[in-house]
């Protein structure tokens, strides 16, 4: 008849796991954060201004490791290519502190034997520190295990970092492209607070600046006047406004970039307060063949 496993053995068990876990929610909220940096920070906001739920941080990670088979292939070659580098950094550091340690002990070991016969003070306070530090050489290797996992976390974060960052800046590219997985929008609104936008019964005429005031760059206010409405005439130059993000209280639109891009052009993003009135949004996975005037 077979026994129970001891109480403590479980409990080392279950205490090994949880602390596995721990690791990777850790790991995948690292991820899952330097992702949405990366990607909100190419359409130029802040993360932490956005106030998006701590729990959606732990399912991004999906798409940066799997979310394709290149994906997958390329988080596969990084993470190889992190073990053989820390393999590397822990040979190095082996031999460094192996080194230092023989090194260390030969000089003690000279010391000591020098003072050994010596009764001047000098010489016996040298012989006690010696045999000290001789002694302390021997958590060399609590420390050597120490700097192992400082090694492989840090290896392992750094990997993480930059699969995070570059698929972040890659999606975001994506989306503020033709190839976008972001829907196209028609937000219509009151004009009372609104200083920009067509009018629906005279598309033509630009809505009245007075009342408004301005602070900063006027070209940014003039650029955008007249080109409020999608364009798709001019399949070079077409003009679609795409929804980007709706979060406390604030709409975030952003005119898609020319397919002619450069890659260090970046869109720009219109954040628009949700008016006391109401507002209606129209989301569409394509541009309406109506949307040119």
Excluded at 70 to 99: E, M, P, R, V, Y
Excluded at 260 to 268: R, T
Aim: charged share 20%; aromatic share 12%.
């Amino acid at each position: 008849m077979t026994q129970a496993p001891h109480p403590n053995q479980e409990t080392n068990i279950l205490g090994k796991f949880t602390s596995v876990l721990g690791l990777l929610g850790a790991a995948l909220f690292f991820a899952g954060w330097i992702y949405r940096w990366s990607y909100f920070y190419f359409f130029q906001l802040e993360l932490n201004t956005l106030d998006l739920p701590a729990q959606s941080f732990l399912i991004v990670p999906l798409q940066i490791f799997l979310g394709d088979g290149w994906t997958i292939c390329k988080s596969a070659i990084a993470f190889f290519i992190a073990a053989i580098a820390i393999q590397a950094t822990l040979w190095l550091i082996k031999i460094i502190s192996d080194t230092v340690v023989s090194a260390s002990q030969l000089l003690l070991s000279r010391i000591i034997s020098a003072t050994q016969h010596k009764r001047s003070w000098t010489a016996k306070r040298l012989k006690s520190l010696a045999e000290f530090s001789f002694g302390q050489l021997r958590s060399v290797e609590f420390l050597r295990s120490l700097v192992n996992e400082i090694v492989i976390v840090s290896w392992v974060l750094i990997v993480i970092f930059w699969l995070a960052r570059w698929q972040g800046i890659a999606d975001a590219r994506r989306d503020a492209g033709q190839n976008s997985t972001l829907p196209v929008v028609a937000l219509i609104t009151p004009e009372e607070k609104f200083a920009v936008g067509r009018k629906l019964d005279d598309i033509f005429a630009d809505p009245s600046k007075k009342g408004y005031r301005i602070i900063g760059d006027r070209g940014l206010f003039d650029d955008l006047r007249g080109r409020e409405d999608n364009d798709i005439s001019n399949p070079k130059q077409p003009r679609v406004w795409r929804l980007l993000l709706e979060r406390s209280g604030w709409i975030y639109l952003f005119r898609e970039l020319p397919p002619n891009a450069k890659l260090d052009e970046l869109p720009s993003v219109l954040a628009i307060q949700e008016s006391e009135k109401g507002h209606i949004i129209i989301r569409s996975p394509e541009v309406s063949k109506t949307s040119s005037p």
